[in-house]
C-alpha cells in the first residue's frame, strides 16, 4: 500500500539546471497537488491537476510547469532553478465524491539550489 | 481571504500533561478543518477533520479538536502527551469542491522527560 510516492528524496542543483520531481500516486485519486514547504510558512501550493488531462496554477507558480501525465502521475519541473526554489516539496492526491476534501501526502523532496 | 492563523510557532510540553494547540480561520463558506501532523523528515498525516455536525471531533493517536464557529477557532487537543507527540502539527481549511487547502504556518511541539 503505497499512497502517494515521490522521488526523488534529495537532489542538490545549479542555479540554472533544471530537474523534474515525479510524483505517483495508486489509490485512484483524481485530483493531484504539488506544494512547497518554507520555514515559518506553512505550505502553499505551486500546481494542481483537478483531473486527468487538467491543471491549474496555484499560489506560487512561477518558476515551475507541471505535467499529468496520467491519472496517477503528476510531475513538477524546473526549467531553470533559482536559490529562491529550494525548499522541501510535497506532491498530494485527493479523491471525488463526499468527504474528498483529505489530502493524502507523500513523504517529500527536499531540493536545494546552490 | 481565505488565511489560517497558528499563533504559536513553538510550544514545549512536559511529558504527560495536557496540550492545546490553537488555530483560527478566516474563510469565506462554509469551513472544512483539519489538523496534519508531521514527523522530522516526514510527510503530512492527517490527525482529525471537520466536516459537519458534532462539533468536537475525535481522531488519531488520542487528539481531538473542537469547532467554535463564533470564534473561527479549531483548537487541538490532547489530555496527556507522549513523548512521540513531538512533530510540528498543522492546521488548514478548505470547503465543499474547492480544490485547495490553506494551511498555518505550523507549530512545533517539543515533549521534555
Known amino acids: 500500500n503505497a499512497g502517494v510516492t515521490q522521488t526523488p528524496k534529495f537532489q542538490v542543483l545549479k542555479t540554472g539546471q533544471s530537474m523534474t520531481l515525479q510524483c505517483a500516486q495508486d489509490m485512484n485519486h483524481n485530483s493531484m497537488y504539488w506544494y512547497r514547504q518554507d520555514p515559518g510558512m506553512g505550505l502553499r501550493l505551486i500546481y494542481y491537476s483537478a483531473s486527468e488531462g487538467t491543471t491549474d496554477k496555484g499560489e506560487v507558480p512561477n518558476g515551475y510547469n507541471v505535467s499529468r501525465l496520467n491519472k496517477r502521475e503528476f510531475s513538477l519541473r524546473l526549467e531553470s532553478a533559482a536559490p529562491s526554489q529550494t525548499s522541501v516539496y510535497f506532491c498530494a492526491s485527493k479523491r471525488q465524491g463526499p468527504g474528498a476534501n483529505v489530502l493524502t501526502f507523500g513523504a517529500g523532496s527536499r531540493l536545494t539550489v546552490l | 481571504a481565505q488565511s489560517v492563523t497558528q499563533p504559536d510557532i513553538h510550544i514545549t510540553v512536559s511529558e504527560g500533561a495536557s496540550l492545546e494547540l490553537r488555530c483560527n480561520y478566516s474563510?469565506?463558506?462554509?469551513?472544512?478543518l483539519f489538523w496534519y501532523v508531521q514527523s522530522p523528515g516526514q510527510g503530512l498525516q492527517l490527525l482529525l477533520k471537520?466536516?459537519?455536525?458534532?462539533?468536537l471531533v475525535q481522531g488519531i493517536k488520542g487528539f481531538e479538536a473542537e469547532f467554535k464557529r463564533s470564534q473561527s477557532s479549531f483548537n487541538l487537543r490532547k489530555p496527556s502527551v507522549h513523548w512521540s507527540d513531538a512533530a510540528e502539527y498543522f492546521c488548514a481549511v478548505g470547503a465543499t469542491g474547492a480544490n485547495n487547502l490553506f494551511f498555518g504556518t505550523g507549530t512545533r511541539l517539543t515533549v521534555i522527560p
Open positions: 471537520y466536516f459537519s455536525g458534532d462539533t
Open positions: 474563510y469565506g463558506a462554509t469551513p472544512y
